[in-house]
């Protein structure tokens, strides 16, 4: 993040500063939950082909959780890459 918008929020009233922690944390809930329904369903496209029954199939089973072990295994990955390149844009300052 740009040190003079950091400076700026540093400088605002406690009563601002709480609005906006509040905020931070509503749009990260936000982004959580549409990130976990994104996965939801698609690993649920992917992999359940019938409903024929009231549970998933030995191979639906393995098919999410796969499906689930993959994309959490590619956020952390892309997490990751985003801390080091805001590291390198830090370092650069």
């Known amino acids: 993040m740009d040190k003079n918008v950091i400076g700026d929020l540093e400088n605002l009233p406690e009563k601002d500063k709480q609005k906006m922690s509040t905020m931070v944390d509503q749009l990260q809930l ?20 019938t409903f024929w029954r009231k549970s998933l199939t030995k191979q639906e089973e393995t098919c ?12 952390t990955r892309v ?3 985003f801390a080091e390149l805001d590291q390198g844009a830090a370092t650069k300052d």
């Open 79 to 81: 997490g990751l890459r």
């Open 30 to 49: 936000r982004d959580s939950l549409r990130i976990y329904n994104s996965l939801v369903e698609r690993c649920f496209t992917d992999c359940v082909d």
């Open 64 to 75: 999410v959780r796969r499906c689930a072990e993959k994309f959490l295994r590619q956020s």
